[in-house]
């Protein structure tokens, strides 16, 4: 019984490390196209690294509290919404751009993300 409780909890160590794993690259990602296509220099640039992370944090627990129904998918766009308008407002401080520029780049990482 230990063995088999020790393997499930090995098997669901290893499962959430990949999706850390995972998530990590596409923040690399997006923070280096960002970079690029704004010419942020290394400040801007860690800035939007730790902006990033905070924010796939927040939208993974909003996301895990749909899955528990702590969030219902009535109040899920409300909460969404508040969740992106906070990145979005720091991102586009970071830029020096408004949101209506920075829309064809959320929509390009938005596809390329996809396949990362």
Known sequence: ????????????SIGAVAQNKSQEKKIK?????????????????KELLDARSAYIIVFMAVQEQLKSGKVSQEDKPKKMNEVNKKFNDVFSRITDKPLSELQPFFGRMREELQNI
């Open 1 to 12: 019984m230990k063995k088999i409780i020790v393997a499930l909890l090995m098997v669901i």
């Open 29 to 45: 990602y997006f923070v280096e196209a960002a970079t690029k296509e704004f010419s942020l220099d290394a400040k801007q640039s």
